[in-house]
DNA sequence: CCTAATTAGTTGACAAAAGCAACTTTTTTA
DNA sequence: TAAAAAAGTTGCTTTTGTCAACTAATTAGG
């Protein structure tokens, strides 16, 4: 890459890591901090299935996330049931108001990207997805 | 935009938003947290003067960017002066340590990005950054 | 087998990060 | 020129995150 197209995509990065939000507020207007709902979501839609996993995937103290998988549940968004198989594992699974707080959430980060996407003509849109592609594909298999 | 492309699109943002760090351990490597750097780069790069602007910008609280500001001052990352102007303000600016630092994080953020992008074709690079382009062109829009 | 080491998760004690409200000083407004 | 507003600070509290010691269940080695 020559150094123009490097500062391009260096631009970028530092603009997209830029609207995140950097405090701990309630994320997208849930009711869930923004480690709480990346729980649902690796629960539900990459299917991890109990705390250690969390902790492998996402570099936590188990400590911490002992006691956040706890008040979830007293909350009522997830269920922790002693795997029979091995038990000192509890396997987790979504509540149904865990199930409907990550659709809320999804929904909002949808209408975001939508938003985004509007002005762009369908060959533009083309291009866009398929480039993030080629970057998604990259970066799965490093 | 139909439902199969905002399908791919919502799953690009998910998987971006997922790859950036959720807790506010110490930022690439630097002395700082990720507050911290993002302050840095909007005194330098966005050009921000006051503890007012970056409050209305990062929508933080007032008393807590204060200490944070207190103690990149006391640090040696950054200056305060009293604006002549008006003395209630106070004007930030970076020392030569806040510019090295600043610059470290960005090397350091341009190297991940080479990573991710050593294994595209020069089409592909061109493809990706175009698409990059419309987004962030886009977003500054609105 | 049966003891030692390992593993999954919990708990206590503490430190750092963040939020809230009351406050001071300066500037603006009416 | 007094009252309201704005910029920033400080005290107090809650939330978030870390570290190490612990329990109970499982696995490995003699």
Do not use: P
């Not at 987790?92 to 762009?120: E, M």
């Not at 003509?121 to 083309?126: H, K, L, R």
């Amino acid at each position: 890459m020559d150094a123009d197209k490097i500062n391009e995509v260096r631009q970028f990065n530092r603009f997209y890591t830029r609207t995140l939000q950097l405090t701990n507020k309630y994320h997208l207007g849930t009711g869930l901090t923004v480690l709480e709902s990346r729980l649902l979501l690796e629960i539900y839609e990459n299917k991890l299935r109990t705390a250690n996993e969390l902790v492998a995937l996402l570099d936590i103290d188990k400590g911490y996330l002992s006691r956040v998988l706890k008040s979830l549940q007293k909350r009522g968004y997830i269920e922790q049931t002693i795997d029979d198989a091995d038990k000192r594992s509890k396997l987790l699974a979504l509540t149904t108001l865990g199930h409907n707080t990550l659709n809320t959430i999804n929904k909002r980060a949808d209408q975001q990207v939508d938003q985004l996407f509007s002005d762009l003509s369908d060959q533009e849109i083309e291009q866009v997805i398929s480039a993030m592609d080629f970057i998604q594909k990259k970066v799965n298999l490093s």
